[in-house]
């Protein structure tokens, strides 16, 4: 199976996408997390895009849609993929089919988590994880238990993304709306959009998005 989750920043998707991994034993790819791991590396394609995503704009459709690729020929053929953060535009859902078809896989179902966006911002600059096993903590939502010590691992590193900051995530919203949320119709078109509402409590996110893949 191969599914995309849709939204905004801060809709849930990375959240939801480790929760299918973890119940389905499903791959996540997340071009966000691929980008990071490259900017972190200072590759090539790293260093080209680290600016771009300072910003909160979109890295070009070439590199991502070559990151996904490449991801995918890494993984065993039977296992499903959840696409997080991609498409991202509409040539990007342009070269996933076309990705997907060459080998041999099709896509699903595309998931849109539907979030109100002034909630969004709170939710977003809130938010940071541990930084040995990348679990999710949020200032407001979810303190670890045991105040500076991760509940899963026990490590005392957490870390927030350097974009996660309120002026870049304006723009990051902008990007979705004119770019990303304009894709959904292509998927519409064909039958395959399933709309969860992202502001529910996650476990009934995840009991949603559940059926909706049993289905
Ligand atoms: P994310 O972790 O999905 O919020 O992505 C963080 C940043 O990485 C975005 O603000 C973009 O700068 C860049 N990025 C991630 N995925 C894509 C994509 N599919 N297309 C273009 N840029 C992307």
Request: charged share 25%; aromatic share 2%; no cysteine.
């Given at each position: 199976?191969?599914?995309?989750?849709?939204?905004?920043?801060?809709?849930?998707?990375?959240?939801?996408?480790?929760?299918?991994?973890?119940a389905h034993g499903m791959r996540q790819l997340s071009t966000g997390d691929m980008l990071r791991a490259a900017v972190k590396a200072g590759t090539p394609v790293g260093l080209q895009a680290k600016a771009v995503m300072?910003?909160?704009?979109l890295v070009s459709d070439e590199i991502v849609s070559a990151l996904i690729g490449d991801?995918?020929?890494?993984?065993?053929?039977?296992?499903?993929?959840?696409?997080?953060?991609y498409p991202r535009t509409a040539a990007q859902a342009e070269s996933l089919d076309a990705i997907l078809s060459s080998r041999g896989r099709k896509l699903d179902h595309v998931i849109e988590l539907g979030v109100d966006e002034d909630a969004l911002?709170?939710?977003?600059?809130?938010?940071y994880t541990c930084a040995n096993c990348g679990k999710g903590y949020h200032d407001t939502f979810e303190q670890p238990r045991e105040p500076g010590t991760c509940d899963k691992c026990g490590s005392h590193e957490f870390k927030r993304r350097p974009d996660d900051n309120e002026e870049t995530v304006r723009t990051r919203m902008a990007e979705y709306r004119a770019k990303t949320a304009p894709i959904l119709p292509i998927y519409d078109a064909r039958g395959i959009v399933a709309r969860v509402n992202g502001m529910a409590?996650?476990?009934?996110?995840?009991a949603a998005i559940e059926r909706i893949i049993a289905a």
């Open positions: 199976m191969n599914i995309i989750l849709l939204g905004p920043p801060g809709a849930g998707k990375g959240t939801q996408a480790q929760r299918l991994v973890e300072d910003r909160g704009e991801e995918l020929d890494a993984m065993g053929a039977g296992v499903g993929a959840i696409f997080d953060g911002v709170e939710r977003i600059i809130g938010r409590e996650m476990d009934h996110v995840t």
